[in-house]
Nanobody
């Protein structure tokens, strides 16, 4: 199983980015998928998740700004990030959820928001 995250980069505050996470080696449509992030010197934190039928859950700090979605044909999960803030700077990771735990992680993609 592999999760390949992409789409990170440098963006000014208030700007937008879309992250992608392409999955392989698994039956993608059978798994909940999520995005997490880890800022320098901080613990990894949950950002958003999407269920089998598209049900979404968001952390309070991104609700209304970020949108998670999935494309089961392409085996890809997306994170559209709008109105980015300096504090959104972090490495973003996608993950597969099996049962109650996120058990497979992608390599991460760096998002840097500048003033």
């Amino acid at each position: 199983v592999q999760l390949q995250a992409s789409g990170g980069g440098l963006v000014q505050a208030g700007g937008s980015l879309r992250l992608s996470c392409a999955a392989s080696g698994l039956t993608f449509r059978k798994y909940h998928m999520g995005w997490f992030r880890q800022a320098l010197g901080k613990e990894r934190e949950f950002v958003a998740s999407v269920g089998l039928t598209g049900t979404t859950i968001y952390a309070d700090f991104v609700r209304g700004r970020f949108t998670i979605s999935r494309d089961n044909v392409k085996s890809t999960v997306y994170l559209q990030m709008n109105s980015l803030k300096l504090e959104d700077t972090a490495v973003y990771y996608c993950a597969r959820k099996a049962g109650k735990e996120f058990d497979i992680w992608g390599q991460g993609t760096q998002v840097t928001v500048s003033s």
